[in-house]
């Protein structure tokens, strides 16, 4: 006969009661529906209501049913926590909502109390933030790339692109003189009447359904450069593998800078790249040695803010070291 210790005998039946304890399919639970449902906002198309959090045993989520005839509520979303927010409603129409909750048995509680609200039109939608304009020049064409953050506005409607070459213009939004875009994704590509090493400045407003505007973001701006020209190596050239090294390229009027890159491939496989300041126009390789009589691909790209996204780009050169 087996004795087991008092200690190990509590743990045993402290391990089962926890176990019993997990809720499964075939638990009869005591449904509890949700109450106190109440609106805690609308206005500008959207709602946001709330209720008091279900903690009985085997609770799993909520069911929320609104629409808008009082008397035949559609099932329209599941929730995990004891609120539920929705845009993009009608300002004219009366919303009703109503909230079950769900338990692990499948088990749905019965309603709670039904709350109403219409989302009518309060405010002009807020100004777009994070604006960022990027002058390019490559292989795939001259344009600006104007990008911006998300408004959170539950009617936003879309967005106006305006542009012009001083940073304190005003919008035209009468005769939209200086409007060059309206859309509803927060990226803008720019390829229309730009010229080479002119600054372009851009705001961006916001509208909602019925077209009341925000008041426009902060200013950004870029130009775009002309791309650089490769002096030497040319094209091709077999240079002897003794002595220096040396890149040479035209400037581009505007360029803060520059980044040389020597690469393994036409497209691909960098092995070296440098930056170099405005008001220089030649480079000493510096890198790991090359291999002699194996093709190096070189290049150069010009920007006017940030080095990691330059504004234009070079054709690209190739070489070999020869002994």
């Not at 004795?3 to 402290?14: D, E």
């Not at 927010?85 to 004219?92: C, E, G, K, P």
Request: one cysteine or more; hydrophobic letters at 35%.
């Amino acid at each position: 006969m087996t004795i087991l210790s008092a200690s190990v005998l509590l743990l045993m039946i402290s391990g089962c009661r926890n176990l019993s304890s997990i809720p499964t399919a075939e638990d009869n639970f005591i449904v509890v529906p949700p109450i106190n449902l109440q609106v805690i906002t609308a206005h500008d198309a959207s709602i946001l209501i709330q209720w008091d959090y279900v903690g009985a045993v085997g609770f799993s989520y909520y069911n929320v049913y609104y629409g808008t005839n009082k008397s035949h509520l559609n099932l329209e979303s599941q929730s995990y926590t004891n609120s539920f927010y929705v845009d993009s409603l009608s300002y004219d129409s009366t919303y009703y909502f109503q909230v079950t909750a769900v338990y692990a048995n499948g088990d749905e509680s019965g309603p709670s109390n039904i709350v109403s609200a219409k989302p009518i039109n309060y405010f002009t939608p807020q100004p777009p933030v994070g604006l960022v304009v990027q002058g390019h020049n490559d292989n795939s064409g001259k344009y600006m790339t104007v990008v911006w953050s998300a408004n959170t506005d539950g009617d936003l409607a879309g967005y106006e692109v305006y542009r012009d070459t001083t940073s304190t213009f005003q919008p035209d939004t009468m005769s939209f003189t200086n409007l060059v875009a309206t859309q509803k994704t927060v990226i803008f590509k720019d390829t229309t009447g730009l010229v080479l090493g002119k600054e372009y400045y851009y705001k961006i407003i916001a509208f909602d359904f019925v077209h009341w505007r925000s008041t426009p973001s902060s200013p950004d701006s870029d130009m775009i450069l002309a791309r650089p020209t490769l002096v030497s190596p040319s094209n091709g050239a077999a240079i002897t593998g003794l002595g220096i090294l040396l890149f040479k390229y035209n400037e581009v009027p505007g360029a803060s800078g520059y980044i040389v890159y020597v690469s393994s491939s036409a497209t691909v496989g960098d092995v070296f790249s440098a930056t170099v300041p405005a008001g220089q126009d030649s480079l000493i390789y510096t890198g790991s040695s090359l291999n002699s009589n194996q093709q190096y691909f070189w290049h150069v790209a010009a920007y006017t803010q940030d080095p990691n996204t330059p504004n234009s780009v070079s054709d690209v050169y190739s070489f070999i070291l020869t002994q």
